[in-house]
Nanobody, 120 residues
Framework: VQLQASGGGLVQAGGRLRLSCVVS????????MGWFRQAPGKEREFVAA??????NTYYADSVKGRFTISRDSAELYLQMNSLKPEDTAVYYC????????????????WGQGTQVTVSS
């Protein structure tokens, strides 16, 4: 499975962006997909995840109520509203073939990342 993320950019605080991740390859209902982010000098952190089959969603507390993860048959999305400067990071999409995890080391495939910069 190959993942290709896009949609990042520069936005003012309070603005919105929509990230996309095109999925090439077979994904099963038992899989999950997630978004992670990594700011300079910080570890990669969980943002949101979705179970592919049930579409159940999970969010980090820092983005709950502002971000929405969704998917269609071959693409993963992250709608980001009310963006804050602390949301600035490189955002990655990833595939988890095991039971859903919030830890990046448990994910098997990664996209290349897309930069999101939120100015104050």
């Amino acid at each position: 499975v190959q993942l290709q993320a896009s949609g990042g950019g520069l936005v003012q605080a309070g603005g919105r962006l929509r990230l996309s991740c095109v999925v090439s390859g077979r994904i099963f209902s038992s899989h999950a997909m997630g978004w992670f982010r990594q700011a300079p000098g910080k570890e990669r952190e969980f943002v949101a995840a979705i179970r592919w089959g049930s579409r159940n969603t999970y969010y980090a507390d820092s983005v709950k109520g502002r971000f929405t993860i969704s998917r269609d048959s071959a693409e993963l999305y992250l709608q980001m509203n009310s963006l804050k400067p602390e949301d600035t990071a490189v955002y990655y999409c990833a595939l988890d073939r095991s039971p859903l995890s919030f830890y990046p080391e448990d994910y098997d495939n990664w996209g290349q990342g897309t930069q999101v910069t939120v100015s104050s």
